[in-house]
C-alpha cells in the first residue's frame, strides 16, 4: 500500500480544499465544485499575516483559486496576500462581517503574485522581528503605557502596521515621529485588545484543541461572569481565565442553552420555609431538573436535593402561608447512590443486538413425547405384602370401572378388558 503525505489539506482532491486549511481563521468552500456559483460575483476574499482579511474586486477576471498569492492594491504600493474564498461564499461573509462596500472605493487585484513579489514580500517579513524589538525599546523609552504586540510589513515593504495594546488613550505622536526615522517606512499604529492578540499568537486551550480566537473566531464579545454563574461554573479567576487573561470566550457558547433550560426554574433567591427550619438554596442541576438546598442556620448539613416541582409547590405554599413539616427530600451524597443503583440495575448490554440473523423466525423446539408414569408407588415398591395385595385388587370383567380414571393401574386394566370382550364378540 503507497501513502500519501498530506501537507496540511484536509481532501487535496475536492477544490473547496485546497490550500493550507490548518491557517488562522481558515475557510472551507463547499461551493467549489458548482461552477455556477463562482460567477456570480467578482469579490474575492484575500487573508494577510495572521487574521487580517480584505475583500477585493477581481475586474481582470483572473481564473483565480483558494491557496493562490495575488497583488492587491494597497496605501500606497501594493501588498501580496493570499486567496482564501472565491464565489457565492464571499458575499456572505461580506453580509456576515457587516462590510458596506458601496462606501467606499473597493480595492482591486492587479495580478497574480510573480516570483519577484514574492521575493520581495519574504524579505519584508524577515525585518517584523527586530523590528518589533527595536520599537518596545523605544515605546519603553518614551515612557508610554503601552505593549508593541506585533507588526506587519506590506508586500512591497512601503509601509509597516504595529499593533499596540493599552488600557487607555496613549498619545503616540512622538513616537510615530522616532519610528519614522529609525525605520524609514510608513508607520500606521492599530490598537488591538488581549483576545485579538491571543489569536495572533495562538496557542493550545485547556481543552487540548487549538485557541478558538486563532482558528475561526472572527468577533469577539464581551464575557460577563453571570454566565458562568448560570452554568454552575467556579467563578475563580484563574480557572474562568483563558491565555489573553480574560474570561474564556467559550463561555458564551452554550449560555443561551443554558437560559432557556433554566427560565422555569425557580428563584434562586427565594428561601423554603418548613416547621423544621428555613432553607436557602446551595446548587442547581439543570439536567437533573433539581436544586439542593442547605439549612440556613448550618450552612455545613448535607444538602437535601429536591425536584423542580417540588420546590415550586412549597413556595406555593409559603405565599399562602403554610409551611411543611418537611422537606421530603434525600442528602445528596443518598441521591447519588440512589441513582448510580438504579443505572447499574437498568444497564443492558447492546453485544449481540445488531446480529445478522436477529430477525430470522425462531423454530419451535417440538417437545418429546412423555410416556406416563406407571411406576408404582414408593409404599409398594417397599414391601413384598404390599404388592402381593395390590395386585389382589385388579378389577373383574364385569365389575364397574372406577370413578378415578387417572390412576394409570386402573386405566390398563379397564384398555385389557376392552380389548377381551370386542374378542369374543368377532367370534
Known sequence: MKYTLNNG?????????????????????????????????DMVEVQFKNTRKGYYLNNYKLPLEKGEKVAVDAAPGHDIGEVTLTGRLVLAQIKKNNIRIDRYEVKRIFRKARQADLDK??????????????????????????????????????????????????????LIKVFAEE?????????IGARQEAGRIGGIGPCGRELCCAKW???FVSVATTAARCQDISTNPLKLAG???????????ETSTYMDAIKDFPSREMQLETKDGVYSHFKTDVFKATMAYVPLSNSQANPVVLSVGRVKEIIALNERGIKPDTLQGQPASTALTVSQDERSAN?????????????????????????????LPKAATADASTISEFRLIKPQENDTPPANNNNPLFRHSNNR???????KNKR
Open 9 to 41: 489539506e484536509s481532501n487535496p482532491t475536492v477544490a473547496g480544499f485546497k490550500g493550507n486549511t490548518l491557517q488562522k481563521l481558515s475557510v472551507v468552500n463547499w461551493l467549489a465544485d458548482l461552477p455556477e456559483t463562482q460567477l456570480e460575483t
Open 217 to 219: 473566531m472572527g468577533n
Open 347 to 375: 444497564f443492558q448490554s447492546g453485544v449481540g443486538q445488531d446480529s445478522l440473523t436477529r430477525f430470522d423466525r425462531q423454530k419451535r423446539n417440538k417437545k418429546a413425547f412423555k410416556k406416563p408414569d406407571v411406576s
Open 183 to 191: 525605520f524609514r517606512v510608513r508607520i500606521e499604529m492599530k490598537q
Open 121 to 174: 514580500s519574504e524579505e519584508s517579513k524577515a525585518k517584523e522581528q527586530p523590528t518589533m524589538i527595536r520599537a518596545r525599546q523605544i515605546a519603553q523609552d518614551l515612557h508610554l503605557e503601552m505593549k508593541i504586540g506585533d507588526v506587519e510589513y506590506q508586500g512591497d515593504g512601503s509601509k509597516a502596521i504595529f499593533y499596540y495594546i493599552a488600557d487607555g488613550r496613549v498619545d503616540f505622536r512622538q
Open 417 to 423: 378388558r376392552r380389548h377381551r370382550q370386542n374378542n
Open 243 to 253: 491565555q489573553c487573561a480574560k474570561i474564556k470566550c467559550c463561555i458564551n457558547f
